[in-house]
């Protein structure tokens, strides 16, 4: 199990995102978190971004499809990381394999 974290520019759909990967059975939830403030520096230049963020709960092995449907809708230049789920109980578990992609 993992979390999808997709971080989207505020001109992108977050959620019509979120309703494709959810039709397509790819991601079991998501959650979106509006106006997501992050700072970098970058050539000693401070920056401020601001993003909407999609966080979703998923299958490991349907990372690389997340991805791929991602980077079709909205861009290839899109931050997406996966990380490792390491506990979770039995609801959590029968919620993530029953609305995901049987693999």
Known sequence: ?????????????????????????LIASAVIDLDNISYTIT???????????VTAKSKSLLVNAIIEVVEEQISDDVLII????????????????????PI
């Open 1 to 25: 199990m993992v979390n999808v974290v997709i971080y989207l520019n505020k001109t992108n759909d977050a959620e019509a995102l979120v309703k494709l990967l959810l039709r397509a059975e």
């Open 82 to 101: 996966a990380t490792p789920i390491v506990g979770y109980n039995n609801n959590f578990d029968k919620m993530v394999r029953q609305n995901t992609l």
């Open 43 to 53: 050539d000693g230049v401070f920056t401020k971004k601001i993003f909407n963020v």
